[in-house]
């Protein structure tokens, strides 16, 4: 079991920046991989970074390559996503999410509303 809260969304206008933050608890040495995923209105939840637990390797949507960071403090138990060049395509909510073990992400945070204004 794992619990996942996102943090860090908000208003900002069209080529600002911001920093989500996602803390994890629970049998967090069991995560294989960490991502943050995003649902804008009027489409389905898609893919945006990934992490994997151990190495560090990432993987980045075309969209948002170039622009967002994914990053991780194993310490603290904690993934990042730095947005640079936030664009209004952006707004969506942004979901942290983790898979236990190899397989499909299993567990989701709560999501936190990143709004780009125009």
């Known amino acids: 079991q794992v619990q996942l809260v996102e943090s860090g969304g908000g208003l900002v206008q069209a080529g600002g920046s911001l920093r989500l933050s996602c803390a994890a608890s629970?049998?967090?040495?069991?995560?294989?991989?960490m991502g943050w995923f995003r649902q804008a209105p009027g489409k389905e939840r898609e893919f945006v970074a990934q992490i994997w637990g151990s190495g560090g390797s990432t993987t980045y949507a075309d969209s948002v390559k170039g622009r967002f960071s994914i990053s991780r403090d194993n310490a603290k138990n904690t993934v990042y996503l730095q947005m640079n060049s936030l664009k209004s395509e952006d707004t969506a909510v942004y979901y942290c999410?983790?898979?236990?073990?190899?397989?499909?992400?299993?567990?989701w945070g709560q999501g936190t509303q990143v709004t780009v204004s125009s």
């Open positions: 999410a983790v898979a236990v073990g190899v397989g499909s992400y299993n567990y």
């Open positions: 629970g049998r967090t040495s069991s995560i294989y991989r």
